[in-house]
């Protein structure tokens, strides 16, 4: 039975029965004296909880979905959801999630805490400036900035860096349009050299990419000082290491690294850490998170960011190949809506019943369901549920499913919490028990560059050409004279599509891809095929979720979601 389903999802986080942290460690076996307190709702976790032994014997499932409409297909109320069902059916089980951004909470998307009664709390804090760990990112970010505009401006102790060469840039989490391209060094030499600059947003700095790449602090110290500025004046390459920068920049993360646990609804453990724009980084929480969460549960829910193209083939591909991480299990989370919208409907129509548009973007989930199949794992699907959704819409999903030997369930944890998501609950566990399940990565990192992308481009979107453009090849050829071709490839597209053009919905045939340019994350350990324009620094919308937020005299928070 449904609960009271009028309220925002901010006034049922709000009326949650929210426990003392200590009681939601109690249930990890953790001392309360080894939890790093934020108030009374919120703590670090030591990396000293770390335990691979238990690690290895714990379940990973990993929750992921079909492409995806603008407002997105609900993963996280599902990762929670199926959190509480799991713990309803008593598998002690944990969810494990990326932090908000600040600049999506305040423009189009909204939180990112979860929905309705699948939630984590205190949602608030989440979904603002949580425990500090965004700001640290930003910083050290920041920081290394400062310290290239510093050598440039140096006589005695310059690098000789030519500031054309520079490709990194500064940080801020909020979306401004405006800070994109800017000019800096302005107003006289005292002001450093002029240049031009910019801004990206935080989640999509690299130091947020290699903090969540990071296995330990002695890891995280190397990465950061791997981090590729730029070139000499020479065309010698320059990296952060050789501005002495990586025990600054990881001094300023030394709290950041470590995971933020907190609670679910229903009191279950929730760890959150870490957030990577997932078009184009990894789009997962941090491994030493996952790590944390698997050794402390018996299963550990996580997600990956957009369609299972993008986040998902990243978190097989480059997360758990890095990580040495096995997942047992994966769900695809779809929707009737998205199946609408790939079936043709326009977006005031989303919600209107409609048999014939489900059945022709049936083909969306249909390829993202083989996708997984390809790295050895039969999926299980879970209908998030809509009040619009027909019965005979559901019915035909399910059936579809069932030809291919997949279980589908009705997911109902943004209405009914844990109790909705038994039945999924139950699927995932009959999953795992089957022994059908056997991780393989689609590719070897040691392929050749165009392989691997080829393996990507082909086998996962469908494409049946990759074109490089001039720059691409130019790219192409400075990383593997770095070195760096035997590093993963995190393909940086769109998300709307398992194209590179946004307007190819459903299941696109008979498509190219372009490679527009290459990026390398020295630091973080991949290199960025950009496919089209990737969107570093969003802008807000017309409307933005701000206008619609209010907090009382009492600091009580409205409109927030």
Known sequence: ?????????????????????????????????????????????????????RIEKSKLILVTAMTPTPAGEGKTTTSIGLTEGLNKIDKQTCVVLREPSLGPVFGIKGGAAGGGYAQVIPMEDINLHFTGDFAAVEKANNLLSALIDNNLQSRTRSLGIDPRTIVWKRVMDMNDRALREITIGLGGTANGMPRQDGFNITPASEVMAILCMSENFEDLKTRLG????????????????????????????KDAIKPNIVQTMEGNPAIIHGGPFANIAQGTNTI????????????????????????????????????????????MVATIRALRHHGGAPKDEYNTPSLERVTKGWGNLHKHLENCIKFGIKPVVAINAFPSDSDEEVQFIKEKCATLGISACVAKGWAEGGEGMTELA??????????????????????????KIEKIATEIYGATE?????????????????????????????????????????????FEVTIREFEYAVGAGFIIPILGNMMRMPGLPTIPASENMYIDQDGTISGLS
């Open 1 to 53: 039975m449904a609960k009271n389903t009028y309220q925002s999802d901010i006034e049922i986080a709000q009326s949650a029965d929210i426990k003392h942290i200590h009681k939601i460690a109690e249930k990890l076996h953790i001392d309360k004296e080894e939890l790093e307190l934020y108030g009374k709702y919120k703590a670090k976790l030591p990396l000293s909880l770390l335990n691979k032994e």
């Open 288 to 331: 030493i998170a996952t790590k944390m969460g698997m050794s402390l549960s018996d299963y550990v829910v996580t997600e990956a960011g957009f369609g299972a193209d993008l986040g998902a083939e990243k978190f097989l591909d480059i997360k758990c190949v890095s990580g040495n991480l096995k997942p047992e299990a994966i769900v």
């Open 426 to 451: 139950h699927a995932v566990v009959s999953s795992i028990e089957s022994g059908e399940n056997s991780f393989s990565p689609l590719y070897d990192w040691d392929l050749p560059i165009k392989d």
């Open 466 to 510: 990759i074109n490089y453009s001039k720059i691409a090849k130019r790219d192409m050829a400075r990383i593997e004279k770095l070195g760096l071709g035997h590093l993963p490839i995190c393909m940086a597209k769109t998300q709307k599509s398992f194209s590179d053009n946004d307007k190819l919905l459903g299941r696109p045939e008979g």
């Open 226 to 253: 791997n981090i590729f500025i730029g070139y000499t004046m020479e065309r010698k390459p320059v990296y952060a290491k050789d501005l002495k920068a990586e025990n600054a920049m990881a001094i300023l993360l």
